[in-house]
């Protein structure tokens, strides 16, 4: 239906209050992409440029060293462990939070943001605190001759406390929207409770489970100051890469960091790439094409009619 | 006997949702709980399926009592009000769902969803995923996913309330069809007094968390048992009178009221078919003033004013307004042939919404 005509002043386009003039458009959109070029784009680039300012040659062998090497070996191990831990975590956490009703949930919560509140390097201390020599537990493991500090469990244990909130923290609010009546049918329909997880719950949430799941990893790989505290920085043993970069850093090849840092800044495109596929998937599923109600039967029209004359 | 409840009562919290509920469903009947929303209706439903357990009071399904039992071992259909259909798995899927956690064959299972997918005239359909569907479709979808795995009793909580009004009538006649051509025992939910009336076998009326009468429709409608059943069933006259040697007044309207104490206060209830018009202002007892009409298809309904300012409902076939010439604004005359004295006491009484 057509509202009163409105008088329109000369423009030919309708205006509509939510937008902008198109020249203030065009400028608003410019700034942005200007300040994406300058602060994101080009260090981007940067990295890659410093990283093959020796050489093609100088680059693979930084990238292959057995020091560099230890360390991917020794980053891939820390997020082997800890990301699936912290999704076991995640799930039961988010489930346990989405469910049910129960006198500290609200605590619950707040504890699992705390990772994203404190400073990693606070996190790392904590654990030194608790597991080194002079700490609460420490002396207890040392006695059983297991080293934690200093060694790659602390930094498996250090990342998992960084990256503890990432799967949950996306889980929690996809639970919360799905609510539990698919679970519920599935139930009726005679599945047993771990049935319904595996054929209800988990498909239910699956991109918002992989979506964590890239951000757990992404933030795992690239964690350092927490795994920086526990690690003890010893070359060759206990160097993920993002310790490894600040190594070499601090010595005197110039391009030897960035060759490093440019298979962290890899994941991290990857990463990126991953996320954007996802949410694109993610879109697609929920699209709701919702389509109007017919009939059952085909639908029959008045064609005419009158009364019929008493007989 | 295909579903018995016993006794049974719901605290949430300590608050009671439902208070001493006993009713039975025979084998194949469609029986209708029906309710204004949150008299417990809807947990009466989910403590049959096993969703809620109940507080006090046992549950029977076909003769077993089934309080201890699991929901996923009482083999009862549900249908949830917004369908909650597997929105990751295509309309075959969502079917087959029971069959499958069941551990059915793979071509028993086969044969079973296409002949549920004929039956719920589903056809070109198995591919789709819920979102692609219609409301209505979606309903169906939900419907064959819940007999798939054979159920004793298919339970359906407000099973029209998520479709469009056009095609709700539609549905109504096909699920009792469905009903009939299967022979399950269904027992559903509704708020909707017109739905249970139209397609119940038997109503059972809730009203906060206890029943206020089990009968027909025709039964609850010619013969409510309190007045809450009279008043939420169809249109009802009700007013407030005084008693005085026997006869209930109020304004020029009396009822004989024997046995009533003079001076007590009583309300009178009457529907308004059991109101008679005539054109003629002399011709019965009352005179009013026709207000407004109401056209409802087969019938009219005129609105009355009385000189002292009541307005009494009365119903009439369209043959008989346009026989007697009625019009807005003519002056007639009314008599009341049915009324009811309402027992008030048993129920709190609620304000007036249906004054005269």
Redesign the interface.
């Known amino acids: 239906m057509n509202p009163l005509p409105i008088h329109q002043s000369g423009s030919t386009r309708p205006h509509v209050a939510t937008q902008e003039h198109p020249l203030a458009q065009v400028l608003l959109i410019a700034v942005a992409m200007l300040f994406a070029a300058v602060f994101l784009l080009l260090p981007l680039l940067n990295v890659f440029s410093q990283a093959f300012s020796a050489g093609w040659r100088h680059y693979a062998r930084e990238v292959t060293s057995p020091d560099t090497v230890a360390a991917i070996r020794l980053t891939l191990l820390v997020a082997v462990i800890a990301v699936p831990l912290n999704t076991v975590f995640g799930l039961l956490a988010a489930w346990t939070i989405a469910r049910f009703e129960f006198r500290g949930k609200a605590l619950i919560l707040t504890l699992i943001d705390m990772p994203f509140a404190i400073s990693p390097v606070v996190s790392g201390l904590m654990l030194v605190l608790l597991f080194g020599t002079q700490g609460v537990l420490g002396g207890w493991l040392q006695e059983r001759g297991w080293k934690v500090v200093f060694a790659p469990p602390g930094m498996v244990l250090a990342t998992m406390l960084v990256t503890l909130p990432f799967v949950a923290r996306e889980l929690i609010p996809a639970m919360q929207a799905q609510g539990s009546?698919?679970e519920?049918?599935?139930?009726?329909?005679?599945?047993?409770g771990w049935?319904t997880f595996w054929?209800?719950t988990l498909?239910?949430v699956?991109w918002g489970l992989l979506y964590g799941v890239i951000l757990c990893n992404a933030r795992a790989m690239g964690e350092f100051g927490a795994v920086s505290v526990v690690s003890g920085h010893i070359t060759g043993e206990t160097d993920t890469l993002p310790l490894r970069v600040d190594k070499l850093y601090h010595e005197f090849d110039p391009a030897a960091p960035f060759a490093v840092a440019s298979l962290l800044t890899l994941l991290a495109l990857v990463t990126l790439a991953l996320k954007t596929w996802l949410e694109w998937r993610e879109d697609r599923?929920?699209?709701?094409?919702?389509?109007?109600?017919?009939?059952?039967?085909g639908e029959s029209r008045t064609i005419g009619g009158g009364e019929v004359p008493p007989a | 006997m295909s579903i018995q409840l016993q006794n049974v009562s719901k605290l949430f919290g300590g608050v009671s949702a439902v208070h001493h509920v006993s009713f039975q469903v025979k084998e194949g009947e469609l029986v209708a709980l029906l309710g204004p929303s949150g008299c417990g209706k809807t947990t009466v439903l989910r403590m049959i399926?096993?969703?809620e357990q109940p507080t006090e009071g046992a549950i029977f399904v076909r003769g077993r009592r089934v309080n201890d039992i699991p929901?996923?071992?009482?083999?009862?259909?549900?249908v949830?009000q917004?369908y909650?259909?597997?929105?990751?798995m295509t309309v075959r899927e969502n079917i087959a769902?029971?069959l499958k956690?069941?551990k059915w064959r793979r071509a028993d299972r086969e044969v079973r969803v296409a002949d549920l997918v004929r039956l719920l005239?589903l056809e070109g359909l198995e591919h789709r995923y819920p979102?692609?569907?219609?409301?209505?479709?979606r309903q169906r979808v939900a419907i064959a996913?819940?007999l798939?795995?054979k159920p004793d009793v298919l339970l359906l909580d407000e099973p029209f309330a998520a479709?469009?009004a056009?095609?709700r009538q539609?549905?109504r006649e096909?699920l009792v069809h469905l009903q009939h051509d299967l022979g399950v025992t269904m027992l559903f939910v509704t708020h909707d007094q017109e739905e249970a009336m139209e397609i119940a076998d038997r109503i059972v009326i809730f009203s906060r968390g206890h029943i206020e009468q089990i009968a027909s429709p025709r039964e609850v409608y010619e013969n409510p048992a309190t007045e809450f059943v009279a008043r939420f069933i169809g249109v009802m006259n009700v007013l407030e009178a005084e008693a005085h040697q026997g006869v209930a007044r109020r304004g020029e309207l009396e009822f004989p009221a024997p046995g009533v104490p003079d001076g007590a206060r009583v309300r009178v209830g009457f529907r308004p078919y059991g109101v008679r018009v005539s054109p003629d202002p002399a011709a019965l007892r009352y005179r009013g003033v026709i207000q407004h009409t109401f056209f409802l298809g087969l019938m009219m309904r005129v609105e009355i004013e009385l000189i002292s300012g009541l307005l009494v409902r009365a119903r009439l076939t369209k043959e008989d307004y346009s026989r007697l010439g009625l019009a807005e604004g003519m002056e007639v005359s009314f008599e009341i042939r049915q009324y009811r004295i309402l027992a008030g006491e048993d129920a709190p009484l609620e304000p007036e919404m249906n004054v005269l």
């Open positions: 009546e698919q519920q049918a599935a139930l009726t329909l005679g599945a047993s049935q054929r209800v498909p239910s699956k599923d929920l699209k709701r094409t919702l389509a109007p109600d017919e009939p059952i039967a | 399926a096993g969703l929901v996923q071992k009482r083999n009862i259909g549900f949830f917004a909650a259909l597997f929105r990751h769902f029971g956690v069941k005239k979102h692609q569907l219609s409301g209505g479709q996913r819940a798939a795995p479709v469009d056009r095609i539609e549905l096909w």
